[in-house]
């Protein structure tokens, strides 16, 4: 029986009279690579930041690796890492003393932080920048610490909200080689990327790594709504 990762249940949420998200639904398997591919405005972010527990849904329910995202938020905390679209790191410290920081926020033994760190660092890219402050780092390095501190504690899911804008070639194969080795380990992923013309690269990237499309669309008639694609149908997307 497939054991699945993240599941909603008719998920609705509202600001007011705004609805954000409508009924929507989604299983996502272990090992499957998720692609929310949309508009601005269309609820991808709405949706995982519920899919995470950082906004609390207005009906619907969800489930992260069999745990409700509400009765049992710190264990599924444990299981989920997110990466938000902008993400936030101390710019004065060091790489290294941002991977001591967060390894100390997730209880990392000393022995499993710097074998974690060393791993990462050498997988991205960034051993030669372990000494550098994160202010003094490009984008697309900057980008690629943000991941490895979301990676530090090896979750079993892993849901990024615009992983791949603004990157430069090698740090996309870099992610995108990753995150193809990791679903084939069982890690479940979720990602949310804009279906715009300044995110068309990163939903090439996207479309081309995913196992599934959910395409979030706009009706003003029905509010959010989606249309789950099969793998050859996300082929005909137009990017």
Not at 77 to 97: H, I, N, S
Not at 138 to 149: D, E, P, Q, Y
Not at 175 to 192: N, W
Not at 204 to 210: D, F, G, I, T
């Amino acid at each position: 029986m497939t054991r699945m990762m993240v599941q909603s249940q008719h998920l609705t949420k509202t600001f007011g009279s705004l609805v954000a998200l409508n009924d929507f639904s989604l299983d996502v398997p272990e090992g499957e690579i998720l692609a929310l591919v949309g508009p601005n405005g269309a609820g991808k972010t709405t949706a995982l930041k519920l899919l995470v527990g950082l906004l609390t849904p207005t009906a619907g329910s969800v489930r992260i690796d069999g745990l409700d995202v509400i009765r049992d938020h710190l264990e599924v905390k444990r299981r989920v890492a997110f990466l938000p679209d902008q993400p936030f790191l101390y710019e004065q410290l060091t790489v290294a003393e941002t991977m001591s920081f967060i390894g100390g926020l997730y209880e990392l033994s000393p022995v499993q932080l710097r074998e974690r760190s060393a791993d990462l660092l050498a997988l991205f890219g960034l051993t030669t920048a372990v000494h550098r402050r994160v202010g003094q780092l490009s984008f697309g390095m900057k980008s690629r610490v943000a991941l490895i501190t979301s990676l530090l504690r090896s979750p079993r899911i892993l849901i990024m909200d615009e992983p791949f804008f603004g990157l430069d070639p090698q740090t996309l194969r870099l992610i995108k080689q990753y995150l193809a080795e990791q679903a084939q380990l069982g890690l479940g992923d979720a990602q949310a990327v804009d279906h715009t013309a300044d995110g068309a690269r990163g939903q090439h990237v996207a479309v081309e790594l995913v196992v599934r499309v959910i395409l979030c669309l706009w009706d003003l008639n029905r509010g959010r709504r989606s249309i789950d694609l099969t793998a050859n149908e996300k082929l005909k997307l137009p990017i």
